[in-house]
């Protein structure tokens, strides 16, 4: 089945930082989806993106399906924005979203 | 909308019993996914109904687990027997399928199961 990549693993930021985080996947995508996990466990979507750049208040997200992969970026962290950042594909005929293993994010104040 | 609604949020049991979850999707989805998250194997898809069908059971761990959507509005994961390895965070997620089922899903807050 497809794979999907992230990295890195881990990332501590002072607050005001700003980051990417890389998504790469093995195969070609039909879909593509960025959630942030809280620290409470909760799922957020953040993007609904198979291709192109879309931008939503610090956040923007950037996915390029002809070289298999998509970046998120965050601007001017805050600690709101800690937790686990995944990426997640769908790959042509297969109706299964398969997640990457996460970026895991901390802010510090 | 209120969201995609699970329930109970935590769940403490003891190995042998049975544990049913439950679920009601966002209002007019016609795609149903439940998920498991463990440290171990991170977000795995379990099994998922269109139109309250079954569509692929093939991540159901075993025949302990069964599930069913007996109406639009409303899904249950069910353990029996449960035991201590299927402690985990349950998630289920819905969406608009648009004919297909690539489409944006929503998850719901989770439910923490610990199996003692």
């Known amino acids: 089945g497809i794979q999907v990549e992230q990295s890195p693993p881990d990332l501590i930021l002072q607050e005001g930082a700003n980051s990417t985080l890389r998504c790469n996947f093995s195969?070609?995508?039909?879909?593509l989806q960025w959630f942030h996990q809280n620290p409470w466990g909760q799922l957020i979507n953040l993007f609904y993106i198979p291709s192109g750049t879309k931008q939503n208040g610090r956040l923007s997200a950037t996915t390029v399906a002809t070289e298999r992969y998509s970046l998120l970026y965050i601007s001017s962290s805050q600690t709101t924005d800690s937790g686990v950042y995944f990426c997640a594909v769908w790959g042509f005929g297969n109706e299964k979203l398969t997640f990457g293993t996460g970026t895991r994010l901390t802010i510090i104040p | 909308d209120a969201g995609v609604i699970q329930s109970p949020r935590h769940e403490v049991t003891e190995m042998g019993q049975e544990v049913t979850l439950r679920c009601k999707p966002i209002s007019g989805h016609d795609y149903l996914f439940w998920y498991r998250q463990t440290m171990m194997r991170g977000l795995e898809l379990l099994i998922y109904f269109n139109n309250n069908v079954p569509i692929d059971d093939s991540g159901m761990p075993e025949d302990r687990f069964s599930a069913k959507m007996p109406n639009a509005s409303f899904s249950t994961l069910k353990i029996q027997p449960s035991e201590p390895r299927d402690s985990a965070v349950y998630f289920c997620?819905?969406?608009?399928?648009?004919?297909?089922?690539?489409?944006?899903?929503?998850f719901g807050p989770g439910t923490r199961l610990t199996v003692l």
């Open positions: 195969d070609s995508v039909n879909n």
């Open positions: 997620a819905s969406s608009t399928p648009w004919g297909t089922a690539y489409n944006e899903q929503f």
